[in-house]
């Protein structure tokens, strides 16, 4: 898998087998705290889709869902069409904790550094 990094080290750009580009962040702690819902067919594509996600952060609904097969709650979050965009890294074993993780990713998203 090939990574690309943003000038601030937060957003990675990897390159699947498959050849599709998703974005992956990084938290301060430097802990990849979630990863683009769909893939994106080139590196650049995907930086636009996180600049995106961005400016409509204060827009857009998170969804949290107990894992199907095994335990645990995820978050997706998703445009006002029901678009999904980014989503947990991670399952996490309670529905508040899964809560404090969406929270924390919505606010990095609104750093000015992120």
């Known amino acids: 898998m090939d990574t690309v990094r943003d000038e601030s080290g937060r957003v990675l750009v990897d390159r699947a087998e498959n050849g599709r580009y998703r974005w992956r962040a990084k938290a301060g702690n430097g802990r990849i705290v979630a990863i683009s819902a769909p893939a994106y067919s080139g590196i650049d594509e995907a930086r636009r889709a996180y600049s995106?996600?961005?400016r409509e952060a204060p827009t857009l609904a998170a969804r949290?869902?107990?894992v199907k097969d095994g335990a645990g709650w995820t978050w997706v979050?998703?445009?006002s069409s029901g678009t999904p965009l980014a989503r947990s890294i991670r399952s996490y074993e309670r529905y508040a904790t899964c809560q404090?993780?969406?929270?924390?990713?919505l606010a990095l998203l609104a750093a000015s550094d992120a």
């Open 100 to 105: 404090i993780a969406v929270a924390k990713f």
């Open 64 to 66: 949290i869902s107990h």
């Open 52 to 54: 995106r996600l961005r």
């Open 77 to 79: 979050l998703q445009s």
